[in-house]
């Protein structure tokens, strides 16, 4: 005996597998920029976070703080290549001796403003000099920034449409 619609042909599987590829195909792309903003968020996240840990530890220990680029763990570098990581140079006494490392996502850079090599905080949490702000590019744009002013206060803004020198 043979009934009627009791399985599924192999020229309809083929029209559902092919219909399939077309819609993923045209999501891909959007699937790349979520991707891409993503990384940015998480990058800018974990910058954030290490200046918050940075100013609480030199107010915490009543003794200078800095976040600096760093290329081997729990050192800081001697150039302004933030591209293989940062580290907190915190005080012996500070809240948590480990210190707050992190690195970049792939294809995000940071540029920090004014030549600077590192974000010093005082034992006051004031950050001395002018303000000083962390460009961060993604496919050669920046994308976002962060600030700390004079005080020490963080904060990060969007920005679009500006090339990275």
Do not use: K
């Not at 903003?37 to 800018?44: G, Q, S």
């Not at 050192?75 to 490392?101: F, I, K, L, M, T």
């Amino acid at each position: 005996l043979h009934r009627q619609g009791a399985g599924t042909s192999l020229p309809e599987l083929l029209c559902v597998m092919v219909l399939l590829g077309i819609v993923l195909a045209a999501a891909a792309p959007a699937m790349d920029q979520l991707t891409a903003r993503h990384r940015l968020v998480a990058a800018t996240n974990s910058l954030v976070t290490g200046l918050h840990f940075a100013r609480h530890s030199a107010v915490y220990s009543r003794r200078t703080a800095s976040l600096c680029p760093s290329r081997a763990p729990a050192r800081c570098g001697s150039n302004e290549d933030w591209q293989h990581g940062w580290y907190v140079h915190a005080p012996a006494h500070a809240p948590v001796r480990d210190s707050y490392s992190g690195t970049l996502p792939a294809r995000i850079t940071v540029r920090l403003s004014q030549g600077r090599q590192q974000v010093r905080f005082q034992p006051d949490g004031r950050s001395p000099g002018s303000n000083i702000t962390l460009h961060l590019c993604s496919h050669g744009i920046m994308q976002r920034q962060i600030v700390v002013n004079n005080a020490g206060r963080v904060r990060s803004t969007p920005i679009t449409h500006t090339p990275c020198d």
